[in-house]
Antibody, heavy 118, light 112 residues
Framework: QLQLVQSGAEVRRPGASVMVSCKASGYTFKHHGISWVRQAPGLGLEWMGWIRPDNGNTKYALSFQGRVSMTRDTSRSMAYMELRSLRSDDTAVYFC???????????WGQGTLVIVSS | VLTQTPLSLPVTPGEPASISCRSS????????????LDWYLQRPGQSPQLLIY???YRASGVPDRFSGSGSETDFTLKISRVEAEDVGVYYCMQRVEFPSLTFGQGTRLEIK
């Protein structure tokens, strides 16, 4: 069964870092990119970046460059997103999603809630 | 930029519904002739799910009451007969500058 399973909710202080993991199953992990998208409470979807699992190439949205890192472990079919220097407005649900051969993103992980609060 | 209208859509069950998505740039890729516009539904408390890809192709398992149309900058998602399970927020998404993704603001469909 094709699915992405993400790590659990996290609470961090402002200035800290958080890492969210995304485990893929049901397909060949190296064959599909992984995009990361976040959704602040009650708001829309914001693309953060993308990683190509076969070679580790990444592309980050301008608004996150310098604060985000996306990595992968192909032996475990895992993708990771680390966000540093957290602010209160980074409070959001973070999703990973597979980039299908069509280019669409499908499926999505269940989401990971990250709360940034002092 | 993707602009969706309306932002809120109350619909009576069994009635049709239509959502518009307009892009500030053409989403047609001249290299392969494909138009990179997809539609997603985010049901309450769930992750987004793919409904329509490349303007008009229904994703696996999506009922045929959903259809997508449009070209270059103007796109439409139509639901022929709304059902209770269609409640949620609908997003259009463009990916003409792969791998970057841009989403519309979302359209909240509710049942009257």
């Amino acid at each position: 069964q094709l699915q992405l399973v993400q790590s659990g909710a996290e609470v961090r202080r402002p200035g800290a870092s958080v890492m969210v993991s995304c485990k893929a199953s049901g397909y060949t992990f190296k064959h599909h990119g992984i995009s990361w998208v976040r959704q602040a409470p009650g708001l829309g979807l914001e693309w953060m970046g993308w990683i190509r699992p076969d070679n580790g190439n990444t592309k980050y949205a301008l608004s996150f460059q310098g604060r985000v890192s996306m990595t992968r472990d192909t032996s475990r079919s895992m993708a990771y997103m680390e966000l540093r220097s957290l602010r209160s407005d980074d409070t959001a649900v973070y999703f990973c999603a597979r980039v299908a051969y069509t280019g669409a993103v499908d499926p999505w992980g269940q989401g990971t809630l990250v709360i940034v609060s002092s | 930029v993707l602009t969706q209208t309306p932002l809120s859509l109350p619909v009576t069950p069994g009635e049709p519904a239509s959502i518009s998505c307009r892009s500030s740039q053409s989403l047609l890729n001249p290299d392969d002739g494909k138009t990179s516009l997809d539609w997603y539904l985010q049901r309450p408390g769930q992750s987004p799910q793919l409904l329509i890809y490349l303007v008009s192709y229904r994703a696996s398992g999506v009922p045929d009451r959903f259809s997508g149309s449009g070209s270059e900058t103007d796109f439409t998602l139509k639901i022929s007969r709304v059902e209770a399970e269609d409640v949620g927020v609908y997003y259009c998404m463009q990916r003409v500058e792969f791998p970057s993704l841009t989403f519309g603001q979302g359209t909240r469909l509710e049942i009257k």
